[in-house]
Every structure is written in structure tokens, then in C-alpha cells.
């Protein structure tokens, strides 16, 4: 039985965070047994860990220097002693590595979600102080892959594991439930984006879009899942652009499940990140997406065939795209019944768990 102990920064509805949920939650029982640490809490997925029977521990970090949860996380660490520690993301590197040197952990899996370049200093310098005999670096799709060997990263330790998804159920809620829960018209046509509100997922470029959109038809309407520092700032400028009534902020949900089968598009206006859950989770549901083209979601969406993509601030082609399948809901059902077919196929948790098995038993060897 080898025992694993995932570093995750939060308990949050986060991308890596629920990545890691779905892996622990299913890892074999009678291979892994699996422990979290969550840098800062609480939040919802603490509940969904431990009802899959995971021990879930909470250390206060409020900085990578923190010194109170360092010498909490080293104890934590002295005390469990894991065989492995998988660090998910890089904002919980630094101390993970840091607390797991001081008490002789050398085994580690570190998941890089973005490449080199866009990480801090601080990450970028303790991902090169572990030897290359003891760790494997983890990213999931090809060209971060490409951009850590640029970076000089070792060949033997990049490791790719793409994400996986849950083929969801059938919503519990009718389309008509849905639109009143949100005070929509009947006629609405739902567009949504879900995402952190941050600079590099380039909410104003959607914000645009839809403005365009508006000029054409009126149906439409957008509903932004999330939260995060540009939230006050995104809403302001969307009362600037006088469409008040087309965009709704609905903050951080936990029931994304039951609300994606209902929108009609999924729009991703991201700069830079690596897979996307929301994308993946979309394609799941069969919604088309209308995506930016980016490292890890031009191996999610075929353009043309499972979706479209179009140049990061390319506002008029996200409008193009989007009129176009709302024009054409053959279009959008063909394209979304690919989407699902391929997220079947390729992306499926249970994919993504054997990945992450194999990785552990070859660390541990």
C-alpha cells in the first residue's frame, strides 16, 4: 500500500483543485492510500473528499513565506510520512518542496499547469532544486510539454496526463425551470463563461462580443460563473457598455453540473492556461464551445469540427461563430455530439486515474 499525500492550494471549485478531487476519490484503495493537504480553506470540495472517505488537512498559508504554515505543513508531513507527495499546481510548490526536503521526502509529482515562463520565481526556482531522480513534472497537454523542454527541463521527468471528465447525468431541472430560476425569457439564448475573473482569462473581450452580438439580435444573453479580483471592475464595464440586462454575474457555483446541459454556447476568451475544465465539462454536457486558440485547448477543440477557435481578442469572430451556430442548431447539435463522443473516448476520468496510477507505481520503484 503506498501511501500518497496531494498538495492542493485550495478546497475551492478551482481547475487543479477538482482535478485532483476526482483523482483521490478513485485511485485504488488497495494500491493508494490517499491523504490531502489543502495550503488555504475551507471551501466545497472538503465535503466531497470526505465523503469519499479522504482525510482532508487544512494548513493556513496567507504567502509563499509564510512561516507559521510552513512549520505546520513540516509537521504534517513528519507525522503522515507519505511515500509520495503529489503538489498540484505551482502555487503549492515552494512550500510543499520546501517543508518535504527539510524532512527527507524526495519523492515527488509536481503538475505544472502553465508553462515556465508564466510561473514566479520563487516556483520556477524550487521546481530545479530536486534532483531529476526524484520527481516527475506532470503537464497536461503537449505544448506546455514542449514549452517546459525550451525551459531545459528534463526530457525523463515531463510526464503528460491530460485531464478527465465525468459523463454527466441528465439535468434534474426542465429548460423552462432553468430560465425562470434566472428570470430569463423563454426566447433567451444562454451563452456562458466560467472561469476565474482574473486579467488572463480577458473577460472585456467577451464583454465585447456580446455588445456586437446585441447590435444583430436580442436574445442573447450571457451568464459569467466565477469570481476573483476583476469582478467589481468587469460589472462596471458592463453597465459602461449600457448592457446591464444581457449579462449576469452569477459568482462561484457548485451546481455547474445542472446548469451546463441548458446553455446554448460555452465561450472561453482565455490568454494563456492549460486544459480547461469548463471547456471539458461543456463538451461532456454536448454544448458547442467557441474557444480561444491556446495551449491545452486546441487539443480539446477540433475548429470546425468539435467547436470553433478563434485568435485570443478576436471579439468579431467570437460573435461570427456564435451567430453562426445560433443560426444553425443542426451545426451546433453536430459539432456538440463530437464534442461528447471525443471527450468519451479521450478524456475520461477513468483514463485519467490509470495515468496517474501507472505514474505513482513508477516513482515509487
Known amino acids: 500500500m503506498q501511501r500518497v499525500l496531494q498538495i492542493i492550494p485550495t478546497l475551492d471549485w478551482a481547475g487543479g483543485e477538482r482535478q485532483a478531487c476526482l ?18 480553506g475551507p471551501g466545497p470540495l472538503a465535503d466531497e473528499l470526505r465523503e469519499g472517505d479522504i482525510p482532508v488537512t487544512v494548513v493556513d498559508q496567507r504567502s509563499n513565506l509564510c512561516l507559521q504554515a510552513f512549520w505546520q505543513f513540516k509537521e504534517h508531513l513528519r507525522q503522515l510520512r507519505p511515500e509520495l507527495i503529489h503538489a498540484w499546481t505551482t502555487a503549492a510548490n515552494p512550500l510543499t518542496q520546501a517543508a518535504g526536503e527539510w524532512c527527507g521526502l524526495r519523492r515527488w509529482i509536481i503538475s505544472q499547469r502553465c508553462e515556465p515562463a508564466r510561473q514566479g520565481c520563487l516556483a520556477r526556482a ?31 521527468s515531463l ?23 434566472l428570470g430569463l425569457p423563454e426566447e433567451a439564448r444562454v451563452v456562458g463563461l ?94 458547442a464551445v467557441v474557444a480561444t486558440d491556446i495551449s491545452g485547448t486546441r487539443e480539446l477543440v477540433i475548429s470546425g469540427t468539435t467547436g470553433y477557435l478563434v485568435a485570443v481578442g478576436d471579439r ?27 471527450v468519451a473516448r479521450q478524456f475520461s476520468v477513468q483514463k485519467m486515474v490509470d495515468r496517474y496510477a501507472e505514474l505513482y507505481r513508477q516513482a515509487n520503484a
Open 126 to 156: 524550487f521546481a530545479r532544486l530536486l534532483r531529476p531522480g526524484w520527481q516527475r513534472i506532470v503537464v497536461n497537454n503537449g505544448d506546455t510539454r514542449d514549452a517546459c523542454l525550451r525551459h531545459g527541463l528534463p526530457p525523463e
Open 316 to 342: 468579431a469572430g467570437l460573435a461570427k461563430y456564435t451567430e453562426r451556430l445560433l443560426n444553425r442548431p443542426a451545426l451546433a447539435a453536430q459539432l456538440a455530439a463530437a464534442a461528447r463522443s471525443r
Open 23 to 40: 483523482l483521490a476519490t478513485r485511485l485504488p484503495r488497495d494500491q493508494f492510500e490517499v491523504h490531502v493537504c489543502a495550503l488555504k
Open 194 to 287: 466560467v472561469g476565474r475573473l482574473s486579467p488572463e482569462k480577458r473577460l472585456k473581450d467577451a464583454i465585447w462580443a456580446l455588445d456586437l452580438l446585441k447590435v444583430i439580435r436580442d436574445d442573447v444573453y450571457l451568464l459569467v460563473i466565477g469570481d476573483g479580483p476583476l469582478r467589481d471592475q468587469l460589472r462596471r464595464f458592463r453597465d459602461k457598455v449600457l448592457i446591464h440586462d444581457k449579462i449576469h454575474f452569477l459568482g462561484p457555483r457548485n451546481d455547474l453540473a445542472q446548469l451546463l446541459p441548458h446553455f446554448d454556447l460555452l465561450w472561453s476568451t482565455a490568454s494563456s492556461g492549460g486544459q480547461s475544465n469548463a471547456i471539458l465539462e461543456a463538451m461532456a454536457a454536448g454544448v
Open 159 to 181: 510526464h503528460v496526463v491530460p485531464h478527465g471528465v465525468v459523463l454527466p447525468e441528465p439535468p434534474v431541472t426542465t429548460r423552462r425551470q432553468f430560465l425562470d430560476q
